[in-house]
C-alpha cells in the first residue's frame, strides 16, 4: 500500500493493468469505488479477446479446420482453469452461463422443478440478492413449496438459532449469498451447508461476492452447486458460471434446448448430449469464456490470500476514516466483512451523495443493490455504496472522504 511501507502488495504495478483507472470522469480523476457493481477490466482479459478475434476467431464444438479446433482449445481450457479455481473435481461440472442471475435459474428450472413438491421448503437468507430470491420464489409458485429466509440482526449478521430452528426433513434447497452486495457481511457458509447436509439438503452458493475476495473451495464448503458471474472477477459481461457436482448435474434436464446440445436430433425424438454441452444450448459466448480464463489467471497470478489481505487493509483504513464523520450511519457492520462500505448521511438521500461524488470524479453506487428485503430490514429505501478492489488505494479512499466532507457541506 502507497502509505505503508511495510506492505508488498504493488497496487501501481496493478494499476498499470488497468488503463481505465488513468481515466477522468467530468474532468477529476476517477476514483471507481463501484466494484461490487462491475470490475473493471485488466489489459490480460482485453487481450485474450483480441487475440481471438484479430488471431484465430471461429466458433467451437463444430468445425475440423484449425481456427475452430483453437478456438474450442481456449473455450475448454477456460473451463479448466474454472475448475482449478474453485477446486472442483471434474472439468464437466463446470457449465457455462450468462452470469450468476441465469446460474441460479437454471438450477430452480432444472433441478427444482423435477426434484420440489408442495410441502417442501427452500431457504434463503434476508440479505439475498434479488437474483437469489425471485427464481426459488417463482419455483414456489409452480411447485406449492415454500421460501423460507433465515433473519439478520442489526449488525447485518445471520441468525444461526433461526436458521437451526427452521432446517428440518422438510429443507430440499438451501440457497445462500456467501457475501452480502448491501452490507458486505461474509457469511458462515460451512456451518449453513453443514447443517442442511445433515436434512439431505442440496446447497447452492451465490459467490457473486466472494469469488474475487475470497478463496472458494466447493469441495471444503460442501456446496452442491456454485454461482458466479464473471463481471465481477475481472472478466467480460455476459459469462457467469455455474458449478454443480456431476451426479446432480447428470440428472438434471436440459435449461434451454438447440444446436450444440444434442446427441441427435429426428422429428420424432432427441438425444440429449452429457454435461457440460448438455446445458450450453446454441453459439456459446466464446469471448466471454476465454476472457473470464484470463480473469482468473490474472487474480490467481495476484494471489487470492494477498488480495484478501490488501483489501481487508482498505476496509480498514477507510472504516477508521468514515467513522470519524459524525453524519454518517454505517449500514452493515458484520466482524466479518468484505471490503464495501454501505452508509446513510443524515437525511441526505444517497442519489444526492451520488450525484455530489460524480462531479468530483467519485464512482459509487446507490439506491437499493436488489436488496430491498434487505433494506426493508434497516427500513431504508438506499444507501450509498463504497466497494473497494484491489487496485484501489489509500489515496481513493481519501478522497472519498474529502467527498463525503464535501457533500455534507453543499447541505449545510
Ligand atoms: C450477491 C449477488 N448475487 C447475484 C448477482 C447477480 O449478478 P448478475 O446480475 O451478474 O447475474 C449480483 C450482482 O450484483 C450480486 O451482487
Known amino acids: 500500500m502507497k502509505n505503508d ?3 508488498k502488495f504493488d497496487v501501481a504495478k496493478i494499476r498499470s493493468d488497468f488503463p481505465i483507472l488513468s481515466q477522468k470522469m ?4 476517477l476514483i471507481y469505488l463501484d466494484s461490487a457493481a462491475s470490475t473493471m477490466k485488466p489489459r490480460q482479459v482485453v487481450e485474450s479477446i483480441s487475440d481471438l478475434y484479430y488471431g484465430y476467431y471461429a466458433n467451437i ?9 483453437i478456438s474450442t482449445e481456449k473455450y475448454e481450457n477456460a473451463r479448466s482453469v474454472v475448475k482449478k479455481y474453485i477446486n472442483a473435481k471434474y472439468d464437466e461440472e463446470i457449465i457455462f452461463t450468462r452470469g450468476a442471475t441465469e446460474s441460479i435459474n437454471l438450477i430452480a428450472h432444472s433441478y427444482g422443478r423435477p426434484n420440489l413438491k408442495e410441502g417442501d421448503e427452500i431457504i434463503v437468507t434476508e440479505m439475498e440478492h434479488h437474483a437469489n430470491i425471485v427464481p426459488w420464489q417463482q419455483l414456489c409458485k409452480e411447485t406449492g413449496a415454500k421460501l423460507r429466509y433465515i433473519p439478520f440482526d442489526d449488525k447485518g449478521e445471520l441468525i444461526l438459532e433461526e436458521y437451526d430452528k427452521m432446517v428440518s426433513n422438510k429443507t430440499k434447497i438451501v440457497s445462500i449469498v456467501h457475501i452480502s452486495n448491501s ?3 461474509i457469511n458462515p457458509v460451512k456451518y449453513i451447508f453443514n447443517k442442511a447436509k445433515e436434512v439431505g439438503a442440496v446447497t447452492l452458493l451465490d459467490a457473486s461476492q466472494s469469488i474475487q475476495h475470497v478463496k472458494v473451495d466447493v469441495q471444503e464448503l460442501n456446496c452442491d452447486f456454485l454461482a458466479f458471474s464473471g463481471h465481477k472477477i475481472y472478466g467480460p459481461t455476459g459469462i457467469g458460471i455455474l458449478y454443480g457436482k456431476l451426479h446432480l448435474l447428470e440428472d438434471m434436464p436440459p435449461y434451454q434446448t438447440g444446436g450444440d446440445m444434442i446427441k441427435s436430433v429426428s422429428f420424432e425424438r432427441t438425444l440429449f448430449a452429457d454435461i457440460p454441452g448438455r446445458f450450453e444450448a446454441g453459439t456459446q459466448n466464446i469471448e466471454g469464456a476465454i476472457g473470464l ?3 482468473i489467471e490474472y487474480v490467481s497470478s495476484i494471489g487470492l490470500d494477498e488480495i484478501a489481505q490488501y483489501e481487508h487493509s482498505l476496509l480498514e483504513y477507510a472504516n477508521q476514516k468514515i467513522r470519524e464523520i459524525p453524519q454518517v450511519t454505517i449500514i452493515g457492520n458484520a466482524k466479518q466483512k468484505a471490503s464495501l462500505i454501505s452508509f446513510l448521511l443524515e437525511d441526505i438521500h444517497p442519489h444526492d451523495v451520488g450525484t455530489i461524488m460524480d462531479k468530483l470524479g467519485i464512482a459509487v453506487r446507490t439506491g437499493q443493490h436488489c436488496t430491498e ?8 429505501t438506499a444507501t450509498t455504496r ?4 484491489f487496485y484501489n488505494t489509500i489515496d481513493d479512499i481519501n478522497v472519498f472522504i474529502e467527498g463525503i466532507k464535501q457533500v455534507i457541506e453543499t447541505f449545510e
Open 61 to 69: 464444438h463444430r468445425g475440423v479446420y484449425l481456427f475452430s479446433q
Open 373 to 380: 428485503p434487505t433494506m426493508k430490514h434497516f427500513g431504508i
Open 183 to 185: 452490507l458486505g457481511t
Open 386 to 389: 463504497a466497494s473497494f478492489a
Open 5 to 7: 511501507p511495510n506492505c
Open 293 to 295: 480464463g484470463a480473469a
Open 26 to 29: 467530468n474532468a477529476k480523476p
